[in-house]
């Protein structure tokens, strides 16, 4: 027992250690933007923005999306979320969705303890240490199980690898990206350029659709 506490102390140790060594892949422009796609049509936008100051990385994510039949709205999404990171440890966020009026919420703070996660769908926890936040940006969640940024749900998705691929830009250039499929809990596809940046996504939405990302 003494063994395997100690071993899972060394596991966590070098869980913390990568992950504060690794550079966040913050874009140089210090924004991310992606218009959603369904049918061909544009049915919102979501953005992620970065902003440094005194050693600490803070996170606003923001998602709108409406989708309309005969101009009359059938579906209302919004999404609002901050990640505070520092280094490559996450050390707080706030999410907040609304769909349709429906409303779910994630709070998580790091204490002595690690980072405490609390939220519309779940009892309070602490999550793991290599658990990431589903806002994609960070490849690094890829690694590990991720807290729903709309409910505070621990997800522990089943990744695959696909090979890579060129995927299309919102102004009509492509890039080669490496593919991702995440399932289980959920499925989403995700594309990372080589850079390591966030490039696209595509999930299935509740009507059988698939809305893809195409970043601007």
């Given at each position: 027992m003494v063994i395997g506490k100690r071993a899972m102390l060394l596991t966590a140790a070098g869980v913390i250690a990568r992950r504060a060594s690794a550079a966040l892949p913050v874009p140089p422009d210090n924004t991310l933007a992606f218009r959603l796609v369904r049918h061909g049509?544009?049915?919102?936008?979501?953005?992620?923005?970065?902003?440094?100051?005194g050693g600490t990385l803070t996170v606003r994510v923001a998602v709108d999306a409406l989708v309309t039949l005969v101009s009359i709205p059938i579906v209302r999404y919004t999404h609002r979320v901050v990640e505070t990171w520092q280094g490559g440890t996450l050390v707080s966020l706030t999410g907040e969705a609304d769909k349709n009026g429906q409303h779910e919420w994630v709070k998580a703070q790091r204490g002595p303890e690690g980072l405490k996660v609390t939220g519309s769908k779940t009892q309070p926890y602490v999550a793991p240490e290599a658990a990431g936040p589903t806002s994609y940006w960070n490849k690094q969640i890829l690694e590990g199980p991720m807290?729903?940024?709309?409910?505070?749900?621990?997800?522990?998705?089943?990744?695959?690898?696909?090979?890579?691929?060129?995927?299309?830009?919102?102004?009509?250039?492509?890039?080669?990206?490496?593919?991702?499929?995440?399932?289980?809990?959920?499925?989403?596809?995700?594309?990372?350029?080589?850079?390591?940046?966030?490039?696209?996504?595509?999930?299935?939405?509740?009507?059988?659709?698939?809305?893809?990302?195409?970043?601007?």
């Open positions: 049509g544009e049915i919102g936008r979501h953005t992620v923005t970065f902003e440094r100051g807290i729903s940024l709309e409910d505070g749900v621990l997800l522990r998705p089943k990744v695959a690898i696909h090979p890579a691929e060129t995927i299309p830009l919102a102004s009509g250039h492509t890039i080669a990206a490496d593919h991702y499929n995440l399932s289980g809990p959920f499925n989403v596809d995700l594309w990372y350029d080589q850079t390591g940046t966030w490039a696209s996504m595509a999930v299935t939405v509740a009507d059988g659709s698939t809305v893809h990302y195409e970043r601007l």
